[in-house]
C-alpha cells in the first residue's frame, strides 16, 4: 500500500521559510518522480515543482524559481521542498505526489494531475503580509 504523508507547513510571515516534507512508503520497486503540487482556495490544483526518480533533474514553475528548492533522499525514502522567501500568494494546501513516469524529455514533465496517480493528504502553507 502506497502511503505519501507530508509534514512542515504552518503560518509563517512573508520572507519566511519553511521546509515541507514528504515520507514515502509502498512505492518500491517502481521509482517514480516526485512532485509537489498547491491549491489555494477557488482555485487549480497547480504543479509546483518536479524531482525526477534520480534526483538529478528537477523542475519549477517560474512563480517559485529561486526561492524554492526540491530534493529527495532515496535512502530515507522522502521528499523535500524548501521554501525561501515566501509570498502571500504562496498560501495554499501542498500536496506531494509520485508521478506515473521516472524522468521525463525536453524542459518540462507532465504537468496535468492526471500523469500522478498517489498523492499524500496535503499540508497547509500560509503566509501572512
Known amino acids: 500500500q502506497v502511503q505519501l504523508v507530508e509534514s512542515g507547513g504552518g503560518l509563517v510571515q ?29 482555485k487549480e490544483r497547480d ?8 534526483g538529478r533533474r528537477t523542475y519549477y514553475v517560474d512563480s517559485v524559481k529561486g526561492r524554492f528548492t ?10 523535500y521542498l524548501q521554501m525561501n522567501s515566501l509570498k502571500p500568494e504562496d498560501t495554499a494546501v501542498y500536496y506531494c505526489v509520485a508521478g506515473k513516469f521516472g524522468s521525463w524529455h525536453g524542459s518540462s514533465p507532465p504537468k496535468s494531475p492526471l500523469d500522478y496517480d498517489y498523492w ?10
Open 14 to 42: 512573508a520572507g519566511g521559510s519553511l521546509r515541507l516534507s514528504c515520507a514515502t512508503s509502498g512505492l518500491a520497486p517502481s521509482m517514480p518522480a516526485m512532485a509537489w503540487f498547491r491549491q489555494a482556495p477557488g
Open 47 to 54: 504543479i509546483v515543482s518536479v524531482v525526477s526518480y534520480s
Open 70 to 79: 526540491i530534493s529527495r533522499d532515496s535512502a530515507k525514502n522522502t521528499v
Open 120 to 129: 499524500g493528504q496535503g499540508t497547509q502553507v500560509t503566509v501572512s503580509s
